[in-house]
């Protein structure tokens, strides 16, 4: 009977060492792997680093040698990211161009921003103003302005110290397209030649050939010069080089020079032709009709 027992203990502890040795260990707390923090499962996307790349290299922040007193002014830019620092309990102004209208103004926070607008001025000196307030410091968001005339982007954060009163912007593209108008009205405005013989102007010239965009309005001379005046389409298009025909009925290329929509020949010439294209050429003569009455040859 005890040899029984003794015989079924052994078989019972040995079995219960089998299994142990064939089961997995259980791992101790230090020994559980956790996933590394920054892999591949929260790594940015290559487009979001592009974009905060892309924000960064747009964004404009205050300059001290850009204040008109309290006033911070931006170089306008097509895309660019214009900074305004508010703080609580102050309003700070975005000023427009005078005579720009404002179509729309987005926030992307609104709960936490009070924004508004208002005008000064009257007629062309009109002015749209967007005003804007935090409700508390450190607090970020953007705005979205629309006009009629272009799109302003403005990063707005609020700090606890000191808000900007105002920005607002030049315009070197509008700046740029006004000195070259001033540029031309005042090349318009400028005699075509200095020293002309008014008393001796000979308008006795004919305009004929073909019919084109360019064909002269008229030709005369003062003797010395000839002057061939041009439509004032002129300046939108082509206009075409002119040749002297000689007395062997040959074309030469002869020296001038343009002012406004002139042609100023530094001589006389009996015939000239201004030709312009290639398969189809079109060619319009220009004759002195008292050439030879008057003792001119080309």
Do not use: C
């Not at 064939?22 to 892999?39: D, E, L, M, N, V």
């Not at 964004?59 to 609580?88: D, K």
């Not at 309003?91 to 161009?97: E, G, K, P, T, Y």
């Amino acid at each position: 009977m005890n040899f029984l027992v003794h015989t079924l203990a052994f078989a019972l502890a040995l079995g219960g060492a089998s299994a142990a040795a064939s089961a997995p260990a259980a791992p101790h707390p230090g020994q559980i792997s956790r996933p590394a923090r920054g892999g591949a499962g929260h790594a940015r996307p290559p487009g979001l680093r592009s974009v905060a790349a892309a924000n960064v290299d747009a964004l404009l922040e205050p300059n001290g040698g850009a204040f008109v007193n309290a006033v911070q002014v931006y170089p306008w830019s097509e895309g660019a990211l214009y900074r305004l620092y508010t703080a609580p309990g102050l309003v700070s102004d975005i000023a427009l161009q005078p005579g720009e209208a404002l179509v729309s103004v987005a926030a992307g926070d609104t709960t936490r921003w009070v924004i508004g607008d208002t005008t000064s001025g009257a007629g062309a000196a009109r002015r749209t103003h967007i005003l804007v307030k935090p409700i508390a410091a450190g607090l970020r968001t953007n705005l979205v302005i629309t006009t009629d005339r272009r799109v302003y982007l403005v990063a707005l954060q609020s700090t606890a110290g000191q808000g900007m009163a105002a920005i607002s912007w030049t315009y070197p593209q509008d700046e740029l397209i006004a000195l070259k108008a001033a540029g031309a009205a005042a090349l318009a405005g400028a005699p075509v030649a200095q020293g002309i013989a008014v008393d001796r102007l000979n308008f006795n010239y004919r305009i004929e050939g073909d019919r084109a965009p360019w064909t002269p309005i008229r030709a005369f001379d003062d003797g010395t010069q000839t002057f061939i005046e041009f439509p004032p389409s002129v300046a939108a298009g082509e206009i075409p080089p002119l040749f002297v025909i000689g007395s062997s009925g040959r074309a030469e290329l002869v020296n001038y020079r343009v002012s406004g929509r002139y042609y100023v020949v530094d001589r006389l010439f009996s015939l000239a032709e201004l030709r312009l294209g290639e398969m189809r050429q079109l060619v319009v003569r220009i004759v002195r009709a008292d050439a030879r009455r008057r003792g001119r040859a080309a």
